[in-house]
């Protein structure tokens, strides 16, 4: 990765994404997991969208 001149990253990658196979078995780890199943109550996930998507509806932005 490279830096343009205004000081953001260029990426001079093009075409699919590989992931190597420790990161795929650490997905699979992951995704078998009793609460990540299929039927598996997630009903928390909607609810830290929402606390989320709130607190920052709240915020103001302070200029110095």
Known sequence: M???????A?????????????YLR???KL?????NRSGADKSWV???LRD???HYARTLRVRR
């Open 31 to 35: 995704e078998s997991l009793p609460q």
């Open 26 to 28: 650490a997905v699979e």
């Open 46 to 48: 909607e609810r830290a």
């Open 52 to 54: 989320w998507q709130t």
């Open 2 to 8: 490279s830096r343009r001149s205004d000081g953001t």
């Open 10 to 22: 260029a990426s001079r990658r093009t075409g699919p994404v590989r992931l190597d196979e420790g």
